[in-house]
C-alpha cells in the first residue's frame, strides 16, 4: 500500500466519523442518547434487585427525532449543549442541576448573527410578561425548544403554516395546564372564554396569530418579544381591518406582502384586509358618505331655516 | 275638493308595517353603525350583543317586509307606488322645485295629495327606490351573510363575502340617508307634527 492509498483510507474514516455526527439523529437506534430518549420506555440494572428493569419514560424527555432532525440546531449533538458526563448511564442524579446553555451563551454578540437581532431580542423580552411574572426562570426555550426549532416566518410562504407554527409556541404552554401551572404557579385562563368578545374566533385563531394582538409591534424587529399583559392586548377591530393596517405592519408586511407582489397575487392581500367590516373599508367609499350625510344635514338646516324665516 | 277633508290614508295593517319598519330600521342604524366602528364604541352594549340585536332587528324587518310586499300586492294601496313613464323626470323636478323655492314664494303644491295621489312624484320615487330596491338588497345581502356558506367564493379579485358587506353597508347607509329626510319632509305639513300624527291615527287631513 503506497501512501496515498492509506491517506485516502484516513480521509473515508475521517469523513464517514464527522458524518455520522450530524446524521446521527436520523438513526436514533443507534445514537447514544436516543436510543432511550426516543422511545417510551427504558431499561436499567437494578443493582438492589440484582435484575434489569423496564421503566416508562418520562414524557418532557421523549424527543421527537424527525422535529430533531429538522431543526435548527440539528448539526449539533446532544452533549454539545448537554453535559458530556450524560455519556455515562444511568446518568448521575445531580447532572440535571447544572445550568444549560443559554441561547446568548452561543448567539450573543456575533456578527454571523447579526440579522437575528438576539440582543434586541433580549432587551425586549426583559420588557415582557414573561419576563415580569417568571424573572430569569422563563428563558428562550420556554417557546423556542431548541430542539425542534425551526425559523418558519423566515423560510415558509405559507401564511397559514406560519400562523399555525407561531400560535402552537403560545398554545404549548397557555393551552397545557401542567406546563402552565408550572411557570405561573396556577391554572391556565381557557382560551375559548377569555376570547369570548372577539367574533369570528375559530378563523381568527387559525389565520392571525396571537403576537399580532398580544405584542408592541416594532418596524425594525420582525417580531417582538415584548409580550404584553393582557390588559393592554389590542381588542380593536379597525387595528386590523383597515386600510392602513397592523397585520400588514408586521407579518404580512414583512413576509408576504413583498412574495405576493411579485408572483402578482397582491390583489388577494387587497381584498383580504377589508375583510366582511364593510364599506367603511373603502376609504372612497367612507368619504362620499360622510360628504352625503353633511350635505344632507346641511340641506335640512338651510331648508328648515327658510321655513322658519317663511313661516312656512 | 272640500276644506278640511279627512281622508283614511293609512290602514291598520299599513300602520303596523311601518311601526315594526321603524323599530327595526331604526335599531338596524343604529347597531350597524356600532358594529363599523369597532367594538371600543360600544359603551352601551357588547360587540356580541349588538351583532345579536342587529340580526333579530333584520329579521323583524323582513318580516314586516313581507307584510308590506303582500299588502301592497292585495290592497288597493299598492297602486300609489306605479311610476307612469309620462313626465318622469318633469314631475318630481316640478315638486323639487315646489320645495326648494315655490313654497316660500306662494306658489301651490303642484301635485296636491287627493283620494287618488297618496304621494307627491318625488315622495313616491323615493319610496319606490328605498321600498322596492335598497331594502330588498339589504335583506338579501343581510341574509347572505347570516349564512356566509351560501356567497360565491371569488368576484374577480375580492372575496364575495367582503363584497356582500359592501352592498349591505352602502344600502344600509342609503336607508339612513332617506330616514332623515323622510322625517325631515314629513315635518313639512299644516304644522309640523301634523304627519307623524296620521301615521298613528291613521287619517290624513287635506286642507
Not at chain 1, 378563523?203 to 415584548?226: A, G, P
Not at chain 1, 360622510?290 to 340641506?299: A, R, S, W
Not at chain 2, 290614508?9 to 303596523?16: A, E, K
Request: hydrophobic share 40%.
Amino acid at each position: 500500500m503506497n501512501n496515498r492509498f492509506i491517506r485516502l483510507i484516513l480521509l473515508l474514516v475521517l469523513g464517514t466519523f464527522l458524518h455520522s455526527n450530524a446524521q446521527s439523529y436520523q438513526n436514533a437506534q443507534h445514537h447514544q442518547c436516543l436510543k432511550c430518549h426516543s422511545n417510551q420506555t427504558y431499561t436499567f440494572f437494578n443493582s438492589v434487585k440484582g435484575k434489569d428493569e423496564k421503566r416508562m419514560m418520562n414524557p418532557y424527555f421523549i424527543l421527537d427525532t424527525v422535529a430533531l432532525t429538522a431543526g435548527v440546531h440539528k448539526p449539533f449533538d446532544c452533549t454539545d449543549c448537554h453535559s458530556s458526563e450524560y455519556g455515562t448511564y444511568p446518568h448521575k442524579s445531580n447532572l440535571k442541576l447544572e445550568p444549560l446553555s443559554t441561547c446568548l451563551d452561543c448567539h450573543g454578540g456575533d456578527a454571523s448573527f447579526a440579522s437575528y437581532h438576539f440582543e434586541r431580542i433580549d432587551e425586549e423580552f426583559r420588557k415582557s410578561i414573561h419576563f415580569q411574572v417568571s424573572g430569569e426562570n422563563f428563558n428562550c426555550s420556554k417557546c423556542h425548544s431548541q430542539h425542534t426549532y425551526v425559523a418558519t416566518a423566515r423560510t415558509s410562504n405559507n401564511v397559514l403554516e406560519i400562523v399555525d407554527y407561531s400560535n402552537k409556541m403560545c398554545l404549548s404552554c397557555h393551552n397545557d395546564m401542567k406546563k402552565y401551572k408550572t411557570v405561573s404557579g396556577h391554572e391556565n385562563p381557557k382560551l375559548v372564554q377569555v376570547h369570548d368578545w372577539l367574533p369570528n374566533q375559530e378563523l381568527h385563531f387559525k389565520n392571525v396569530r396571537c403576537i399580532e394582538c398580544h405584542t408592541e409591534v416594532l418596524d425594525s424587529l420582525k417580531v417582538s418579544h415584548n409580550i404584553l399583559p393582557k390588559s393592554k392586548a389590542l381588542r380593536k377591530c379597525v387595528e386590523c381591518h383597515s386600510a392602513d393596517s397592523r397585520l400588514k405592519a408586521s407579518l404580512y408586511k414583512y413576509q408576504n406582502l413583498q412574495k405576493r407582489s411579485v408572483d402578482g397575487s397582491i390583489k388577494m392581500v387587497l381584498a383580504n384586509e377589508s375583510y366582511v367590516i364593510g364599506s367603511h373599508q373603502i376609504p372612497h367609499l367612507k368619504i362620499a358618505s360622510i360628504l352625503i350625510f353633511f350635505l344632507t344635514l346641511i340641506g335640512i338646516i338651510v331648508h328648515s331655516s327658510f321655513r322658519i324665516f317663511k313661516k312656512k | 275638493m272640500t276644506a278640511n277633508q279627512k281622508l283614511y290614508f293609512y290602514p291598520v295593517w299599513l300602520r303596523i308595517w311601518h311601526g315594526l319598519n321603524a323599530i327595526g330600521i331604526l335599531t338596524l342604524i343604529f347597531s350597524g353603525i356600532s358594529m363599523q366602528s369597532s367594538i371600543e364604541s360600544a359603551h352601551l352594549l357588547s360587540f356580541k350583543t349588538v351583532i345579536n340585536l342587529h340580526n333579530i332587528a333584520g329579521i323583524l324587518v323582513t318580516l314586516s317586509y313581507f307584510l308590506y310586499f303582500v299588502g301592497n300586492l292585495v290592497t288597493p294601496n299598492g297602486k300609489f307606488y306605479i311610476i307612469k313613464p309620462k313626465g318622469f323626470l318633469k314631475r318630481p323636478i316640478q315638486q323639487a322645485i315646489y320645495y326648494a323655492w315655490g313654497m316660500f314664494h306662494g306658489m301651490k303644491a303642484p301635485y296636491p295629495i287627493s283620494e287618488k295621489r297618496k304621494f307627491n312624484p318625488l315622495q313616491k320615487y323615493a319610496y319606490v327606490l328605498v321600498m322596492y330596491m335598497a331594502v330588498p338588497v339589504v335583506i338579501i345581502t343581510g341574509f347572505a351573510l347570516l349564512f356566509p356558506e351560501i356567497i360565491i367564493d371569488q368576484v374577480y379579485a375580492f372575496s364575495g363575502v367582503f363584497v356582500t358587506a359592501v352592498f349591505h353597508s352602502t344600502m344600509g347607509f342609503f336607508i339612513s340617508i332617506f330616514l332623515i329626510v323622510h322625517l325631515y319632509i314629513a315635518s313639512i305639513g299644516k304644522s309640523p307634527l301634523e304627519n307623524f300624527k296620521s301615521i298613528f291615527t291613521g287619517w290624513h287631513e287635506v286642507h
